[in-house]
């Protein structure tokens, strides 16, 4: 077992300290094809007093209108780099929300509370968004990058699922990528530290596929 240590909500380091368990970041992606399975359109409409599709890739002013991202500094920092022009990837949508809903897979770690997040990626490369063995690629590197991170009480799924890219009249049939994140503690403020920690991590394990 190992220590890390936690700002406590005055931002004190020397305060709080979160016990990290004997495992890395559990990481591990499938793929969600049926018919029944979660679908996104690229881009996806909503009506007018809901959240909408922002290309934060080519505008990343717009960012100052995704609410979650200035709910969530670190997400805010995440879709940043994600965005960024040295990144293969871009996103399409996102949220954040604290739960004491344990399923089964919750329970190695011990927890009272987790923080989790969704981020939708898709491939800035055209080719790439309708090539499924890029995506199974990109989803085995990322996984195998993060098995070898530090270890820290905090679960990464990804699920390759079916895009719908609209580009005019025409409408091709894609890829992308929702990447679940959890960080587990016993209360509220550890959760979300460690999620944001653990959010870091994949963050530059992107960055290093990238390149």
Not at 160 to 180: K, N, P, W
Request: some cysteine; overall charge negative.
């Amino acid at each position: 077992m190992r220590s890390v240590v936690i700002p406590n909500e005055e931002g004190d380091e020397s305060e709080v300290v979160a016990l990290v368990y004997d495992f890395c970041v559990e990481a591990d992606y499938s793929v969600e094809l049926g018919a029944e399975d979660e679908t996104l359109e690229i881009p996806w409409a909503a009506s007018e007093d809901r959240p909408r599709y922002y290309d934060l890739k080519r505008h990343p002013e717009q960012l100052l209108n995704v609410e979650e991202a200035s709910r969530e500094q670190t997400l805010g920092e995440f879709l940043v780099a994600m965005n960024s022009a040295t990144s293969m990837l871009e996103t399409a949508k996102c949220d954040t929300w604290l739960s004491t809903d344990m399923t089964a897979e919750d329970e190695i770690f011990g927890a009272a509370q987790k923080f989790g997040s969704y981020v939708d990626l898709v491939f800035s490369e055209e080719s790439a968004r309708f090539s499924f063995l890029e995506h199974e690629q990109f989803a085995r590197k990322l996984t195998q990058l993060l098995k070898r991170a530090p270890e820290i009480p905090a679960a990464a799924e990804l699920l390759i699922r079916r895009c719908y890219y609209h580009a005019g009249q025409e409408v091709r049939d894609g890829f992308y990528i929702t990447f679940y994140l959890f960080g587990y503690g016993d209360d509220e403020h550890q959760a979300r530290a460690l999620w944001a920690i653990a959010l870091k991590l994949v963050e530059n394990a992107i960055r290093q596929i990238s390149r």
